[in-house]
C-alpha cells in the first residue's frame, strides 16, 4: 500500500499497534481504509480477527515491512491502520474542553480518560495540537476510535452552541477547590494549554476550579488534571 | 566536561532542560556534580541564576554543545545537571507503592504527582525500570529533587518494614469503588505494571480498590490512576 509519512493536511492518519488497530475496527470499521501487517507478526490469533472484519467491511489487508521504516520508530509496532480522519460534531451532554493544548500524547491520555469516564465529547480551542497526529491516536490507546472531537476556532464559538453546559474552567487561582464543588450536569470541564494555563479572562466563566497541591511543584500535568477532574464529575455515576 | 550516553549502571544520571535543573539546584545542590549550559542559550537571568548557585555550591559550569548531541534529542534542551544518584531511604507516612513498573515517563509522571500532593515518598519493587533513567527524571519536571525513592526485591520486604502502613493495592477487581473507601493514614497506596497490573496474590493484601471506568477502555493509564487515587487519598488535607 502507498505510505507516506504522516502530516497535518493528509486526509488519513495512522493507528500503530495491534492495540489501537482492534479498536478502530472492532468500532469503526468504516473509518479504516487499509491494514498493513508486519511480515515479522506472528500472532495468528490477531490476524486471523483483523483478515476477518476487513474481509467482512471490504477493507485492504497487505503482508510488508516498508510502512513500518517510514512511519513507526517503536520496535514493538507490528500493525499499521491507515484511518480517515473524522472530525465531527459533539454531541449534547457532558464534555471536555481543550483550550490551546500543545501536546499530542498529552490530548490521546485525555481521550483515554474522557472515554473511560464515559465523557466521550471532546471540544478542541485552536490554536491546537493536531488531533489526529498519530501519535494522539496511540497514547489514546485506541479510544480516540470512541470520541466525538470537535474543533472551534474560539471559546465564544463552543460556548454559544452549548448555552445549557455549566462551565468549569481549571485554573490554579480558581475560586473553589474541586473537592468541594458539586459539578452539575451537562458539565464543560476547561483546561488550558500545557505551559501557560487558561487566560485569566476565564476567571468570569462559570465556576472557576482549582486541583489544591503542595507547593513542591508549579503544576500537575495536563492528562492528570483533566482525569482527576472527569474522576470527580462523574463518581456519583460509577457507585 | 566528559559526558557519556546515560546506562543504568552509571553512577550518574542527567536532568535535561533548564526548569528541571534548576529544581535540582534549588532543593539538592548537593546532588548536583556539573551542570553544561548550550552555547546558543540566551536566558541572562536564568543563567545568572545558575552560575550564583554553582559558585556557592562549587559546581563546575561549562558551556559547550557536544553534550547536547549525545543525551538529547529534544530540540529545546539547553541546559544540563550532571546529577549524583541518590536512591534512599523511605520515612514513615504515606506512600506511593510501584511493583514492576516498566515505564519511565510514567514514573516520572508519577513522582511530579507524589510531591504535588505531599506524598514524596516511592517504593519501587524490582524488577522494574531505572528510576535514574533521564527519561524519568525529565517527565517528573524536578519533582524526583524532592522524592524519597527506595527499591525493593519484594513486595514482602517493604511491607516487613512499615507494618503499621495501611495497604490499598488498586485492581481492576478491587472490591471497593475509590469514591466509597475513607482511605486511612499512613497509607500506602499500591499500583502494578503497566500491562498486566497486580498480582491477584494482592487481593489479600490490605484493602483493595478499583477505580470504575466504562467499558471503552481496558484500563486507565497508570500515572492517571495513582493520581486520581492520590488526589482521592488526600482531598481532606487540602481543603
Known amino acids: 500500500m502507498k505510505i507516506a509519512r504522516y502530516r497535518k493536511e493528509s486526509e488519513v492518519t495512522y493507528a500503530l499497534g495491534a492495540t489501537v488497530v482492534m479498536e478502530y475496527l472492532n468500532n469503526r470499521p468504516d473509518l479504516v481504509t487499509g491494514v498493513i501487517l508486519h511480515p515479522q507478526f506472528r500472532a495468528t490469533e490477531t490476524i486471523d480477527k483483523i483478515n476477518t472484519?476487513?474481509?467482512?467491511?471490504?477493507?485492504?489487508?497487505?503482508t510488508e515491512e516498508k510502512p513500518f521504516n517510514i512511519l513507526s520508530q517503536k520496535e514493538n509496532c507490528f500493525v499499521i491502520g491507515i484511518i480517515k480522519k473524522h472530525e465531527g460534531k459533539l454531541t449534547a451532554g457532558n464534555h471536555v474542553v481543550l483550550v490551546n493544548p500543545s501536546n499530542a500524547g498529552n490530548m490521546g491520555t485525555i481521550m483515554r480518560s474522557s472515554v473511560?469516564?464515559?465523557v466521550p465529547n471532546?471540544?478542541?480551542?485552536?490554536?491546537?495540537?493536531?488531533?489526529?497526529?498519530p501519535k494522539t491516536i496511540?497514547?489514546?490507546m485506541g479510544a480516540a476510535a470512541r470520541i466525538n472531537i470537535q474543533t472551534f476556532d474560539s471559546f465564544e464559538e463552543y460556548q454559544a452552541l452549548?448555552?445549557?453546559?455549566k462551565m468549569y474552567p481549571f485554573m490554579l487561582d480558581g475560586s473553589k477547590l474541586l473537592q468541594n464543588v458539586s459539578v452539575e450536569k451537562p458539565f464543560s470541564l476547561i483546561f488550558g494549554n500545557e505551559a501557560t494555563g487558561l487566560p485569566?479572562?476565564?476567571?468570569?466563566?462559570?465556576?472557576?476550579?482549582?486541583i489544591e497541591h503542595g507547593h513542591g511543584i508549579d503544576s500537575l500535568n495536563l492528562p492528570i488534571a483533566a482525569s482527576i477532574a472527569l474522576f470527580s464529575a462523574t463518581s456519583e455515576d460509577f457507585r
Open 162 to 165: 452549548f448555552p445549557d453546559n
Open 122 to 133: 471532546l471540544a478542541i480551542i485552536k490554536p491546537a495540537v493536531d488531533a489526529f497526529d
Open 116 to 118: 473511560g469516564f464515559e
Open 53 to 62: 472484519i476487513c474481509k467482512n467491511n471490504r477493507i485492504e489487508v497487505s
Open 200 to 210: 485569566d479572562s476565564f476567571q468570569s466563566v462559570g465556576q472557576p476550579i482549582r
Open 138 to 140: 496511540r497514547a489514546s
